[in-house]
């Protein structure tokens, strides 16, 4: 069974550029989770998906940030105009349901620098 | 708000010694607690979850860890270090409605290993 997936593996982009990261959860997952860790933080939410619809999204920094799940398969993050301080290692992880004794399997990152 | 403490940010235990890497937390209700680890190049791994129940729990790779209602304690613990186990570990509590959504992360502690 392949596990979460997550494209590019490191991009680096110029401030007030464009960058679209995306997440390919484990099949049958309908819970998705995106997560961030700013170097030396702690590893913080931003938001979780079940199926296609955005069940929470209370941890999105700014406008800035969309996150979309087409057709509740992949997703992706797009940081429209990325500044420095968006730099980092954002994780996407999958549910097979929320809640519960239900583990979150995480993929390996995307690491973020913006300069 | 739920919160996450890990005090040690650097922990060096020589091959073969005993380790302990601590964690304490900050939650209203029962908390749901993970600890996962995080290898070079790979994504979170979970080693061993909390619930209900038995408060010494046995997780993956000899880890265990016990949950100290009292102290707000789930230090996780392994008898003998291996060089492979050098990697970076995150305690973490599930928080959110209707069970958990999320996981609130400590800012992780970075195992080395010596031999």
């Known amino acids: 069974e392949a596990g979460v997936t997550q494209f590019p593996s490191h991009s680096v982009i110029e401030k007030g550029q464009t960058v679209t990261l995306r997440c390919d959860p484990i099949?049958?997952?309908?819970?998705l989770y995106w997560y961030r860790r700013v170097m030396g933080k702690e590893i913080k939410f931003l938001l979780h998906?079940?199926?296609?619809?955005?069940?929470?999204e209370s941890g999105m920094p700014n406008n800035r940030f969309l996150a979309e799940r087409t057709g509740g398969t992949y997703s992706t993050l797009k940081v429209q105009p990325a500044e420095l301080e968006d730099s980092g290692v954002y994780f996407c992880?999958?549910?097979?349901?929320?809640?519960?004794?239900?583990?979150?399997?995480f993929g390996p990152g995307t690491r973020l620098t913006v300069l | 708000a739920q919160s996450v403490t890990q005090p040690d940010i650097h922990i060096t235990v020589s091959e073969g010694a005993s380790l302990e890497l601590r964690c304490n937390y900050s939650?209203?209700?029962?908390?749901?607690l993970f600890w996962y680890v995080q290898s070079p190049g790979q994504g979170l791994q979970l080693l061993l979850k909390?619930?209900?129940?038995?408060?010494l729990v046995q997780g993956i790779k000899g880890f265990e860890a016990e949950f100290k209602r009292s102290q707000s304690s789930f230090n996780l613990r392994k008898p003998s270090v291996h060089w492979s186990d050098a990697a970076e570990y995150f305690c973490?509590?599930?928080?959110?409605?209707?069970?958990?959504?999320?996981?609130?992360f400590g800012t992780g502690t970075r195992l080395l290993v010596s031999p």
């Open positions: 998906f079940v199926k296609e619809s955005k069940q929470d």
């Open positions: 939650y209203g209700a029962t908390p749901y």
């Open positions: 909390y619930f209900s129940g038995d408060t």
């Open positions: 992880a999958s549910s097979l349901r929320p809640g519960g004794v239900h583990e979150q399997f």
């Open positions: 973490a509590v599930g928080a959110g409605n209707t069970g958990f959504q999320k996981l609130v």
């Open positions: 099949s049958g997952h309908d819970n």
